[in-house]
C-alpha cells in the first residue's frame, strides 16, 4: 500500500474515528473533571478511545465498500452489538495493566459482555448520530481527490437537489393556481 | 383548502428529520434528573408510569404529524379552523409557561456546583448567546438542527460510554423490568408531598408541554408532505430574502389512489420518527440514567433521605453525591455536566419553539401583522423573550432557587398536554377528510393520553390539595 492510499484510507476513515476517539476523550474528559489520578484518565481516554475509534474505522471501510447504507440505522446497531462490547473488555483489560492490578477479566463475564451489549444500541445511534453530522460536513472538503467522498457527495447532492427540485415545482405550481 | 398534488415522501428512512429537534428538546431534565429522582426514592417499578407517558407521547407526535403533513397548517392553525378562542387559549398559555427561564437557571445551577461560576452570570450569557445563534443564521431551522442534534448526540454516546463504565446488567434488567410494574404505586407515593412530584415528572417523560405542538412547526419548516408548499423562516440578517406566506395550508386529493400511496409513505416515514427516534431514544438515555441512580442509591442509602428531607434546590447537588458514590467522583461530575448541557438545549430549544409558535399564531390571526415578514415577528418574540429571561433571572436572584421556576411550568405542561389530546381527536377527526383520518387504536390512544394528563392532574388537585411539582 503506497502513501496515497494510506492518505485515502485516512480520510475515509476519519469521521468514524474521530467519534470513537471523542468518545473515549468524554469519558476521560468526565474521569479528569471529577479528579481523578491522571493514570486512570490517560487510561480511559485511550484506552477506551482507541478500540472505539479503530471500531469507527471499520464502520466507514464497511460504508465506502458498500456494504452498509449511509445514515442506516439497523446496519449500525448490529455493527456496534460485537464492536462496543469488545472495545469495553479491551478497556477493562488495559486499566487492569495500567494501574498494576494483574490483568482480571470482569467477574461473571456473560452478564459484564451482555450489559455492554445493551448499550450498544445507545452508543451505535448516538455515533451515527453524529457520524451523520460530521460526514456531510468532512466529505466535501476532501471529495476532489478522494473517490469515495466524492461518491458520498454526490449522493448527499443528488438527494438534496431532488429535495429543492421538487420543493420549486411545487411552489411554482402553488402561486400558478393561487 | 386547496387541492395540491402531494409530495413524494423521501425514499430512505434517512436519520436527520425533524423528530431529531422533537428527541432534541424531549430529552431533557425529566429523563436525566426528575425519573432518576423518583428512581432513589420509590425504586425502579415507579417507571411504568414514564413508560405509559413516552408511549402516548409517541403516538400524540404521530398524530400531530398527521394534521401537519396532511395540511402543511401548523396545529394551531387547525385548532383556529375549529373554534379561534381554542388557539388563543394556547397562544395565552404559551405566554404564560415558556416565558421563564426555568431550564437555562437549573443548568446554570449545575455548572456552578461544578465549576464554581455563579449561576446568575453564565445563565445571563447563555440566553444572549441563544439569541446571537439565531440572529447571525441564515435559516433557522438549520442552526436548530445543527445545534440540538449534536449536543444530544454528544449526550447519547457520552452517557453511554459512561454508565458501560459504572453500571452493571443486574441494575439494568431491574429497569427495565420496572417498566413493566403496571399499577405499582408505593404507599409513600400517595402523599401531598410526593404525588405532585410524580404528577410533574409525568408530564416532564418525553417532550412537555406544548413541545409537540411545535413539531408541527418544525415540519412545515423541514417541508414534509404539504409543509412543501410553505416557505421557511430565516435568521434575523436574511429575514428579506424570505418568500411571501400564503393565507392558508393546502390540501391533496384524498380519492386519488396515487396520491393515498404517496401518503402511506409519508405515514411510514413519520412512523419511524415516531418508534426508533423520538421512543427508542427517549427510552435509552432515561434507562442508562435510571441504572446510575440505581447504583447511587444501592451505595449509598443516605442520599434518599437527603433527598427526601432536603430542599428541592439541593437535589440536583445530592444526587451528584450520589452518583459520585457510586461511581467514583466520576459520575458525580458526568451527572452535573450533563444537567448543565441539557439546561441550556433544553431554553434554547423552547425559545426557539416559543417564538416559532407565538409568531405563527400572531402573523395569522392578529389584524395588521402580515404586513410584516414572518421571520421579523418571530425575532421580536425570540428577543422578547431573552430579554424578559434575563430580567427574570436578575429579579428572582440566585436566592429564590430557579426549582421555583420549573414548578410553575410542569403544573402548567401537565393540563396543557391533556388539553391537545382533546384538540388531536378534533382537528384529526373534524377537519380532515375520512380516507386519512387516524384509526380507532390511535384515537383510543389520544382519548387515553387526555384522561391520563387530566385525571393525574385532577386528582393531585381534588385528593391532595396540591399543584403538580
Known amino acids: ?178 | 383548502m386547496p387541492i395540491r398534488p402531494l409530495p413524494e415522501a423521501p425514499h430512505s428512512l434517512h436519520i436527520l428529520g425533524p423528530a431529531m429537534i422533537l428527541v432534541a428538546l424531549g430529552v431533557g431534565l425529566g429523563e436525566t434528573y426528575m425519573w432518576p429522582r423518583l428512581v432513589l426514592l420509590f425504586g425502579p417499578e415507579i417507571r411504568w408510569l414514564f413508560l405509559i407517558g413516552v408511549t402516548v407521547q409517541a403516538v400524540v407526535m404521530f398524530e400531530f404529524a398527521r394534521y401537519a403533513i396532511a395540511t402543511g397548517e401548523s396545529i394551531f392553525f387547525g385548532a383556529a379552523r375549529l373554534w379561534k378562542p381554542i388557539m388563543w387559549f394556547f397562544f395565552a398559555v404559551a405566554m404564560l409557561i415558556y416565558i421563564w427561564p426555568g431550564h437555562v437557571a437549573a443548568g446554570a445551577d449545575a455548572l456552578e456546583l461544578l465549576t464554581g461560576i455563579p449561576w446568575l452570570v453564565s445563565a445571563i450569557v447563555a440566553l444572549l448567546l441563544i439569541g446571537v445563534i439565531f440572529t447571525f443564521a441564515n435559516v433557522v431551522y438549520n442552526a436548530v438542527e445543527s445545534i440540538l442534534t449534536f449536543l444530544v448526540g454528544v449526550m447519547v454516546v457520552g452517557s453511554a460510554v459512561v454508565a458501560a463504565i459504572v453500571g452493571n446488567f443486574g441494575d439494568l434488567w431491574a429497569t427495565i423490568a420496572g417498566l413493566f410494574a403496571f399499577g405499582y404505586i408505593p404507599p409513600e407515593a400517595l402523599t401531598a408531598a410526593w404525588f405532585p412530584v410524580i404528577v410533574g415528572s409525568v408530564a416532564f417523560a418525553g417532550p412537555s408541554g406544548m413541545q409537540q405542538m411545535w413539531y408541527t412547526l418544525y415540519l412545515r419548516d423541514k417541508g414534509a408532505g404539504m409543509g412543501a408548499y410553505l416557505p421557511r423562516i430565516r435568521g434575523l440578517l436574511h429575514a428579506g430574502e424570505e418568500e411571501s406566506m400564503p393565507s392558508r395550508g393546502y390540501m391533496f386529493d384524498t380519492e386519488d389512489p396515487e396520491e393515498l400511496r404517496k401518503w402511506k409513505g409519508w405515514t411510514r416515514w413519520v412512523l419511524f420518527d415516531a418508534l426508533v427516534l423520538f421512543w427508542g431514544i427517549t427510552m435509552l438515555v432515561t434507562i442508562v440514567f435510571t441504572v446510575l441512580a440505581l447504583q447511587a442509591s444501592r451505595l449509598n442509602p443516605n442520599v434518599q433521605q437527603a433527598i427526601e428531607a432536603g430542599e428541592e434546590s439541593a437535589a440536583i447537588s445530592a444526587m451528584a453525591d450520589a452518583f459520585a458514590s457510586a461511581g467514583g467522583v466520576v459520575m458525580g461530575g458526568a451527572f452535573l455536566l450533563f444537567i448543565a448541557i441539557v439546561g441550556w438545549k433544553g431554553t434554547l430549544g423552547i425559545f426557539d419553539a416559543f417564538s416559532r409558535g407565538q409568531s405563527d399564531m400572531a402573523y395569522y390571526f392578529i389584524p395588521g401583522l402580515r404586513r410584516f415578514n414572518i421571520s421579523y415577528i418571530y425575532f421580536a418574540f425570540l428577543w422578547g423573550v431573552i430579554a424578559f429571561g434575563i430580567l427574570v433571572l436578575l429579579f428572582f436572584g440566585p436566592t429564590d432557587g430557579p426549582q421555583a421556576i420549573l414548578g410553575v411550568l410542569a403544573f402548567l405542561s401537565t393540563f396543557v398536554m391533556g388539553a391537545y389530546c382533546v384538540l388531536l381527536l378534533l382537528t384529526n377527526n373534524l377537519l380532515l377528510p375520512k380516507n386519512i383520518r387516524p384509526g380507532i387504536l390511535n384515537n383510543a390512544f389520544i382519548a387515553l393520553g387526555a384522561l391520563f394528563y387530566l385525571g393525574i392532574l385532577f386528582y393531585s388537585l381534588l385528593a391532595y390539595g396540591a399543584l403538580p411539582d
Open chain 1, 1 to 178: 500500500m503506497n502513501a496515497t492510499s494510506v492518505r485515502l484510507l485516512a480520510e475515509v476513515t476519519f469521521p468514524g474515528a474521530v467519534i470513537g476517539l471523542g468518545a473515549g476523550i468524554v469519558a476521560g474528559g468526565v474521569a479528569a473533571v471529577a479528579g481523578l489520578s491522571p493514570g486512570y484518565v490517560v487510561l480511559t481516554t485511550l484506552g477506551l478511545g482507541l478500540p472505539l475509534a479503530l471500531f469507527g474505522a471499520g464502520y466507514d471501510l464497511l460504508l465506502a465498500s458498500g456494504r452498509i447504507r449511509l445514515g442506516g440505522v439497523t446496519p449500525a446497531v448490529l455493527y456496534w452489538l460485537p464492536a462496543f462490547p469488545l472495545s469495553r473488555l479491551v478497556h477493562e483489560v488495559l486499566l487492569d495493566l495500567g494501574l498494576g492490578r494483574g490483568v482480571a477479566l470482569p467477574e461473571a463475564l456473560l452478564p459484564f459482555l451482555a450489559y455492554q451489549a445493551i448499550l450498544s444500541a445507545g452508543f451505535a445511534i448516538g455515533f451515527l448520530w453524529l457520524h451523520e453530522h460530521l460526514g456531510p460536513l468532512w466529505w466535501p472538503r476532501i471529495r476532489d481527490h478522494n473517490p469515495v467522498a466524492a461518491r458520498y457527495v454526490s449522493q448527499y447532492t443528488r438527494h438534496a437537489a431532488a429535495m429543492e427540485r421538487r420543493k420549486r415545482e411545487r411552489r411554482k405550481a402553488s402561486e400558478t393556481g393561487r
